[in-house]
C-alpha cells in the first residue's frame, strides 16, 4: 500500500478518518504489513502482502464469498496480458476515451486481475484505485505495484471504505455477478463527487435467452460447484468448439471483403467477432468465467435504465454492446 491511498480512505463502518497505526515492514513505496485504524469507531485493518484489507471472505455473505472465490481462483490462474485488452476495455467504458483519464482521480469497482487499473493508470489518472474482494487482489496488486498512480484495496462494493472523493467511476462484468447488482451500482456511484462521471458494463437479458435457458441451469447446478482445476479442464471441450468455430467461421467471414454482410446473419456474429482476435487462453478465460460464476444475472435495457433514472445521472448514454450486453456512461 502507497501513502498517498491514505488521502482517499474512509472507515467503511462509520465513515470515519483512516490512519496508519503501525508499519512492519516496507518494500520502495509499499507498507507490506501494517494496519489502519479508524480514528472515529477504532476499528482496525490490516495491510497484508502490500494490500489493505477491509473485507475477508469469511466475514461476508456466502453467496458473495462463493462469488469471490471462484473469480479469485480464475483470476489468479488466469494471469496473462494481452494487448486487446486495451481495444476492449475501450469498447466496454465507450464513449470513454484515453484522454478522459488524465488527472482524473478513478475507483474501479471489482478489479479483477488488475488490467483494467494498470490501463487506467497507464493513461494519466492522477490515481486509479481498483477495488475486489476475492483474492485476485494479490494478482492485480503484483501487476501494479511499480505504477504509482495504481493503487489495490479488498474491500466489499457494498461497503467501500473511501469517502466521497472520485472524478469518475467504472465497474466491468462485475456487477450482474451480486446478488444486488442495482445495490452495487449504487454503491459505487456514491463515491463520486457531483460533477465526476461512471460507467458500468452488464450482461444483458436481451438476446441472452439462450444462456439463461441453457447454460445458466448447467453453471448454477453443476459447473461452478464442481472442483475448479476439474472445470478448467473440462472447460477446454467448449472452449475448443468455440476456438474453432471463431478462427475458422467468425473471424475470416467478417473480415473478408464481400461476406460480412453474411456474417450479420450468423448466430451471436456481433459478440463471437470480438472475440475471435483472441488467442486459446483468453477464449479459455471467458468460457471458464461463465461456467464458474455461482451468480449470474442478465439485466434488461429498462432495469438497467432504472439504475441510472435512480441515481439522477445526467448526460446519460446506454448502448447495446456486441447485442449481448448494455454499457453506460454518465455524469452524477
Ligand atoms: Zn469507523
Redesign the pocket.
Known amino acids: 500500500m502507497k501513502r498517498k491511498l491514505l488521502d482517499y480512505l474512509s ?6 478518518a ?1 490512519a496508519l497505526a503501525a508499519v512492519a515492514s516496507t518494500e520502495d513505496a509499499e507498507i507490506m504489513e501494517g494496519a489502519l485504524e ?6 482496525s485493518f490490516a495491510i497484508v502482502r502490500g494490500i489493505p484489507r477491509f473485507a475477508m471472505l469469511e466475514k461476508v455473505e456466502a453467496d458473495k464469498a462463493a462469488t469471490a472465490e471462484n473469480f479469485g481462483w480464475q483470476w489468479q490462474h488466469f494471469v496473462q496480458s494481452d494487448q486487446l485488452y486495451e481495444e476492449q476495455f475501450l469498447g466496454w467504458i465507450s464513449p470513454v476515451r484515453p484522454e478522459f483519464f488524465k488527472d482524473k482521480v478513478v475507483l474501479e469497482g471489482g478489479s479483477g486481475k488488475g488490467r483494467h487499473t494498470q490501463l487506467a493508470a497507464g493513461w494519466g489518472a492522477r490515481d486509479v484505485i481498483g477495488v475486489d474482494l476475492s483474492d485476485a487482489v494479490e494478482t492485480a496488486f503484483a501487476a501494479t505495484r511499480q505504477l504509482e498512480n495504481a493503487h489495490i484495496v479488498q474491500a466489499d462494493i457494498y461497503h467501500l471504505p473511501f469517502a466521497r472523493s472520485f472524478d469518475y467511476a467504472f465497474s466491468i462484468g462485475v456487477l450482474h455477478h451480486l446478488p444486488d447488482p442495482q445495490a452495487g451500482f449504487r454503491s459505487l456511484a456514491s463515491k463520486v463527487k457531483p460533477g465526476g462521471h461512471i460507467s458500468a458494463w452488464v450482461y444483458g437479458a436481451e438476446n441472452n435467452e439462450w444462456i439463461t435457458r441453457f447454460i445458466d441451469p448447467l453453471r448454477e447446478k453443476l459447473s461452478s460447484r464442481i472442483h475448479r482445476r476439474l472445470l478448467l479442464h473440462l472447460s477446454k471441450a467448449p472452449t475448443a468448439m468455440l476456438y474453432l468455430a471463431t478462427k475458422l467461421v467468425y473471424g475470416p467471414l467478417n473480415r473478408a471483403n464481400g461476406s460480412s454482410r453474411l456474417a450479420q446473419h450468423l448466430f451471436y456474429n456481433d459478440y463471437l467477432n470480438s472475440i475471435s482476435k483472441f488467442g486459446w487462453r483468453e477464449q479459455h478465460t471467458i468460457v471458464f468465467d461463465h461456467l464458474v460464476a455461482p451468480t449470474s444475472h442478465y439485466i434488461q435495457r429498462e432495469d438497467f435504465e432504472e439504475w441510472w433514472r435512480a441515481i439522477e445521472a445526467e448526460d446519460l448514454t446506454i448502448g447495446w454492446h456486441n447485442k449481448n450486453s448494455w454499457r453506460g456512461f454518465g455524469k452524477i
Open positions: 472507515c467503511p463502518s462509520c465513515g470515519g483512516i479508524c480514528q472515529a469507531c477504532k476499528r
